[in-house]
């Protein structure tokens, strides 16, 4: 099991791949895409249950599937635990032999108590007896999680299993799946379009697009650090410019890039010289609001200012809208709490103030065919 | 009451039931999972039959079975009588006309079978005949049990096919329903009117015993 899952998937129709992916044992591997990106795809090729054109599939160190050397293993044969999005569970089996049909290769007398024991693992002792009919969504996630378990796999496979279920009890199978995850040893490979849901769960994110393989990471460093303004869409970033790299100043560890008039630092990133045109992506969660009554010494980081051009309420949090440097400009966009802009009197047309921090401020090549032109 | 014509009805339609079950097991699971170039026709062929008069189907099969036929030939050669007006020709035109009675209940039960129940099947090792034992037949089984129940009832019902393929040989062709016929044909209603009675009673026992079952495993299922 030392070598986790190591893919290469590619064909051109009719679901275009071009996917490589690895996933160590023990990490949690969280692929995210709009619809249609090839999450489920990838997923079922790794299962045996699509075959894919091109590619290899190499897992706990078993050669699963190798086009070059005619290589397929057929899904009774690979051990992958699957959660299906709609858990696909055997509507006429009660929780308990849903749980068993999955180890027939253990011997008859071990069967039921194991099952037991698997389903005791997530928390549905005393529910054994029922037929997923009279089980609730949340349990019977647990149910389809107690199945893919069961076979003791190689590989587990959860595709996007919180989807179904209301939002107290996702955040409760959060919990449980975190805690369950400690003492998995096996690769877990986790679809999901909510990319809350990856930075929370996942040790590893890969974002696709239309079955590509953009970028692989640390979730929290692909969010906020693109290598592409394709990704930085795809992960929601919405504040992406264009800009000019004026030089480095290696001993302040800071790139200064011009943008609108301004000189912003940003980050040390020595990668682009100075001179070129570049792409920046800054994540609100790096942009802080001045606070109009009593100026603090942050505010000289990069300070920007501008009407509100758009206020809006979005329960605990207000989504603001900032025109910096004329109208016809693409804004900036921040979200702020509730409370915040109630204290600094935010409204619309209300002029604020914003510091850009430098450490938020990450440069991308520049991409003229993918960034809209008005984003300068 | 003529028992005979009853019981050689009773036994046509068991031994049809007995050879269309498994047949249409294979054929309504592999249409209902597979797709394949052709599928509409190879449908429509299986489907002929309910939509052929019985007399028009009733007399391609005793063409098709008679002594001039490549069939009734070797029939004839390895049995030593002709299939035609044999109780065992009348079986083959029986299990003919009944095919799309017994297939397309059971493929509609097999659609019904969300394709990702097997493909959890796949992933949790289970064989291609462990599959179908244990999760497709119990899941498609009021379509497996409509099937059996049309086909029982509609060989015991039917008339065209039998006239035409087996005639009317006491104890070897004639059938409860070609009894009736004749009956009526001597002016006896009454003996008519109760072997009527009788193929009415079986007919409704046994879709109401379908029925019966059906709802019973639905409450079982979904409580």
Same mark, same amino acid.
């Given at each position: ?24 044992? =023990? ?8 619809? =249609? ?209 004026? =030089? ?129 | ?223």
């Amino acid at each position: 099991m030392a070598e986790g899952i190591q893919l290469r998937l590619k064909q051109r129709g009719p679901i275009p791949l071009d996917a490589r992916l690895k996933c160590a044992p =023990g990490q949690v591997l969280a692929l995210v895409g709009p619809s =249609g990106s090839g999450k489920t795809t990838i997923l079922r090729a790794i299962a045996g249950l699509l075959r894919v054109a091109e590619g290899e599939i190499r897992c706990a160190g078993e050669s699963w599937f190798d086009s070059g050397r005619g290589v397929y293993h057929e899904t009774r044969q690979r051990r992958v635990g699957y959660v299906f999005q709609n858990y696909a569970l055997f509507p006429h089996l009660s929780a308990l032999h849903n749980v068993m049909e999955a180890m027939l290769d253990r011997p008859v007398a071990e069967r039921e108590q194991r099952a037991r024991d698997v389903l005791a693992r997530v928390r549905l002792a005393g529910l054994e007896s029922r037929v997923p009919a009279a089980l609730s969504g949340g349990q019977q996630q647990r149910v389809a999680v107690a199945r893919a378990l069961a076979r003791e796999p190689q590989v587990l496979l959860l595709d996007e299993p919180f989807s179904a279920v209301d939002r107290a009890t996702r955040q409760r199978l959060y919990r449980e799946l975190a805690e369950l995850r400690r003492d998995l040893a096996m690769p877990v490979i986790l679809v999901t379009h909510d990319l809350d849901e990856a930075l929370m769960l996942a040790d590893q994110l890969c974002v696709l697009h239309q079955g590509r393989t953009l970028q692989s990471g640390e979730p929290y460093a692909v969010m906020t650090r693109p290598d592409t303004v394709e990704v930085a869409q795809l992960v929601g970033l919405r504040n992406v410019f264009r800009a000019g790299v004026v =030089g480095h100043d290696e001993a302040r560890a800071l790139t200064i890039i011009e943008w609108r008039g301004h000189r912003l630092e940003a980050r040390l990133q020595t990668a682009f010289k100075p001179g070129t045109q570049i792409t920046w992506v800054i994540p609100q969660g790096h942009i802080m609001l001045h606070r109009r009554d009593r100026p603090s010494r942050g505010e000289r980081e990069n300070p920007v200012s501008g009407p509100v051009i758009e206020c809006l309420p979005l329960g605990e949090n207000v989504a603001l809208t900032v025109a910096v440097n004329g109208p016809d400009r693409p804004p900036l966009f921040l979200t702020v709490p509730a409370h915040v802009a109630r204290r600094n009197g935010i409204a619309m047309g209300v002029e604020i103030g914003l510091s850009l921090l430098a450490d938020g401020i990450h440069l991308m090549p520049s991409d003229d065919t993918r960034t809209p032109a008005k984003s300068r | 009451m003529d028992w005979s014509a009853l019981s050689l009805s009773l036994k046509l339609a068991g031994l049809t039931v007995l050879i269309l079950l498994p047949l249409g097991i294979w054929a309504g699971h592999g249409l209902a999972a597979h797709q394949f170039r052709g599928k509409a026709w190879v449908e429509a062929m299986l489907a002929l039959p309910l939509v052929l008069p019985p007399t028009v189907l009733g007399y391609y099969l005793l063409v098709a079975m008679g002594g001039a036929s490549p069939v009734g030939q070797f029939y004839e050669s390895v049995f030593g009588q002709p299939l035609v007006f044999s109780f065992e020709g009348l079986l083959l035109a029986s299990v003919i006309f009944n095919i799309p009675f017994a297939i397309q209940p059971m493929q509609r039960g097999f659609d019904a079978i969300a394709p990702e129940v097997r493909d959890a099947a796949a992933c949790c090792g289970l064989s291609r005949w462990r599959t179908l034992w244990r999760i497709e037949l119990p899941l498609a089984w009021p379509g497996v049990l409509s099937a059996v129940v049309l086909t029982f009832a509609h060989t015991l019902g039917e008339f065209g096919v039998v006239l035409m393929v087996g005639g009317s040989i006491p104890g070897e062709t004639k059938t409860v329903a070609i009894a009736i016929y004749d009956r009526v044909q001597a002016f006896d209603t009454a003996g008519a009117g109760v072997m009527s009675a009788a193929l009415l009673l079986i007919s409704l026992v046994a879709i109401g015993a379908a029925y019966f079952t059906h709802a019973r495993s639905r409450i079982r299922r979904y409580g």
